[in-house]
């Protein structure tokens, strides 16, 4: 079954207790990005990677790392965790980095984050 | 900067009626693609339709439509003969052709009413 795979659903953790969300996604898709969604903000693009070893940042990079080694595997690294980035995260992917939107993005069931 | 805008954050609808979800975007570009996705209290993100901006005919997909006018920046959702599963938030979503970054809007939450 083609899908989006994230780990944790939830985690509530503490302030600077460094943590990885993973993400991995079995379509062979070369895009894939990382959201956060928050009430009355609606999602919000955080890094996205074009292929492997490729990646940018989207509009709320700050506090977030990603790596791309493997096309497969997109993880989102949080070093030193903030009450602010307590929300709701999703990863997606998509076919083709060539003509961007024409493709729909599949996405992960998303991830629950509480940082206290 | 591109934004897109969903001005009605909540709706409701009897179940067999129809309901329209606006949204507005602004952008510079002319070639774009513009999405509606549901999200149901399980939280997974559903496409529900899709349009390419250098298409003048407007998508659907069974129950649901959509009114793509360009000049306008409006691109609105049409759900027909509303279904109680239909009660969902809805996204309205915008990326520039030939480009990497996705832009959503605030959502609207529908609760379709028995």
């Known amino acids: 079954e083609a899908q989006v795979t994230q780990n944790p659903r939830y985690l509530i953790t503490v302030t600077g207790k460094k943590l990885t969300v993973t993400c991995s996604q079995n379509?062979?898709?070369?895009?894939m990005s990382w959201y956060r969604q928050d009430p009355g903000l609606g999602l919000r693009q955080i890094y996205y990677s074009m292929n492997v070893e490729v990646t940018d940042k989207g509009d709320v990079p700050e506090g977030y790392k990603v790596s791309r080694k493997e096309k497969r595997n997109f993880p989102l690294i949080l070093e030193s965790p903030s009450p602010n980035q307590t929300s709701l995260y999703f990863c997606a992917s998509r076919r083709s980095t060539g003509v961007g939107g024409n493709q729909p993005q599949h996405f992960g069931d998303g991830t629950r984050l509480s940082i206290l | 900067a591109q934004t897109v805008t969903q001005s009605q954050p909540e709706m409701s609808v009897q179940e067999a009626e129809t309901v329209t979800l606006s949204c507005t975007y602004d952008?510079?570009?002319?070639?774009?693609?513009l999405f509606w996705y549901k999200q149901p209290p399980s939280r997974q993100m559903i496409l529900v339709i899709r349009q390419e901006a250098y298409k003048q005919q407007n998508a659907t997909e069974n129950r649901f439509s959509v009114n793509f006018q360009k000049a306008a920046k409006s691109f609105s959702l049409k759900i027909s003969d509303s279904q109680l599963g239909d009660t969902a938030m809805y996204f309205c979503?915008?990326?520039?052709?030939?480009?990497?970054?996705?832009?959503f809007g605030t959502g609207t939450r529908l609760k379709v009413l028995a």
């Open positions: 379509m062979n898709h070369e895009y």
């Open positions: 979503a915008f990326i520039v052709s030939g480009t990497y970054k996705y832009i």
């Open positions: 952008t510079s570009e002319s070639n774009y693609y």
